[in-house]
């Protein structure tokens, strides 16, 4: 399974940036998707999570800006982001859960991040 992730970019504080990540490859399912950052010197932290269902999950300090959703049938996940802060900046990673085939195992899996810079 492969992630790829498109979107980010520079934007000013306050402004609005959407990212992508596409699912593809040997997919037999796919269940939670979401996005995670990581910050200079920092760890990486969830932003926010999307099941099957549509049931969202959001990380505290983006909750009333950020929106995900995801396209089922594109395997894709999006990550609306909007009023922008400078302490968004980070690399943005999406991850998805998935298994090849009917015999395996749920496996995490994650793309190559896409760097969003928000500057004051």
């Known amino acids: 399974v492969q992630l790829q992730a498109s979107g980010g970019g520079l934007v000013q504080a306050g402004g609005s940036l959407r990212l992508s990540c596409a699912a593809s490859?040997?997919?037999?399912?796919?269940?939670?998707m979401g996005w995670y950052r990581q910050a200079p010197g920092k760890q990486r932290e969830l932003v926010a999570t999307?099941?099957?269902?549509?049931?969202?999950n959001y990380a505290d300090s983006v909750k009333g800006r950020f929106t995900i959703s995801r396209d089922s049938v594109k395997n894709t996940v999006y990550l609306q982001m909007n009023s922008l802060k400078p302490e968004d900046t980070a690399v943005y990673y999406c991850?998805?859960?998935?298994?090849?085939?009917?015999?395996?195992?749920?496996?995490?899996?994650w793309g190559q991040g896409t760097l969003v810079t928000v500057s004051s």
């Open positions: 991850n998805t859960r998935a298994s090849t085939s009917w015999t395996t195992l749920m496996g995490d899996y």
């Open positions: 490859g040997r997919i037999f399912s796919i269940g939670d």
């Open positions: 999307v099941t099957s269902g549509g049931v969202t």
